[in-house]
């Protein structure tokens, strides 16, 4: 349960991705998850008040609270790097952060996973470090580097405190994980509010409503498969949401993939298989 609970977390999350990226091009980027961001805390919300009650462990709340400073920050850098480096570095780059969640389970909470998991884990960050479709030649500036490694490093810290935090309540987490990640994007929101007023409301809001959606989904299924199955693991399993968005850009956009992003995903595909017999 956990392999598929991780799985379905990167097909959402990579389904978020994508839509993402295409409501950036109407809008910037900073408003589509500043609104997407809120309207997944009202869906947390929504589900908390059905499904589940509050912890009342305080180091859990430090948990979620730090996965929601990560999740920002790691936005934040991530398009920061988008801004000065090509999507060929930085991509690849940031997919590498996944490392963060392997490191801790096996460090930290001692987890031993058999040859064939590391083996299957192992093609797995390959393959969607190729399927990001990195860059093989030309310079590289340093600046967009090392935002591309701090995106990294904050997206696998989330995974890494989420996993920390969801045995308190996995409803609870995301909860809080987005109520902090509002909190942190709403003076960007302020800011930028005037750029909203270009943009008809209507498909702003049906927009920010699908990515709210499909990305609570992609964390509650992330910190559910957190509980059930290695951290280190499912941090893998999870953060295949690159190879998705490409292959959604491929077949809905008609956008051309590199010869290594095709052996990327293929590569990925096998890893997956061997993790899910491992």
Known sequence: ?????????????????????????????VIVVALSQLAGLATAVAV???????????????????????????????YSALSTGTMGVVAPVS????LVP?????????????????????????????????????????????????????????TTFVAEAAPGGVVWTVVVLKLTIVTLALPFLLRDRRAIADVPRLWLARTATLIGVVDVTAMLSL?????????????????LYPVITVLLARWLLHERMRRVQQIGAAVTFVGVAILGFA
């Open 1 to 29: 349960m956990a392999v598929l609970l991780a799985l379905l977390a990167s097909v959402c999350g990579g389904l978020a991705d994508f839509a993402g990226g295409v409501a950036s091009k109407r809008t910037p980027a």
């Open 48 to 78: 908390l008040l059905v499904a589940s009650p509050g912890s009342n462990n305080p180091a859990d709340l430090v948990w979620a609270v730090g996965a929601g400073v990560c999740m920002m920050l790691g936005l934040v850098a991530f």
């Open 95 to 98: 997919a590498l952060g996944v």
């Open 102 to 158: 392997v490191a801790w389970g096996i460090f930290h909470l001692g987890e031993a996973p058999g040859p064939a998991a590391i083996g299957g884990a192992a093609l797995g960050i390959v393959g969607v470090v190729m399927a990001s479709g990195p860059e093989m030649s030309g310079r590289v500036a340093a600046r967009s580097l090392v935002l591309a490694a701090a995106a990294g490093i904050g997206f696998g810290a989330t």
């Open 223 to 239: 910190a559910r498969a957190t509980t059930l199955g290695y951290v280190s693991l499912v941090g893998v399993l999870a953060s």
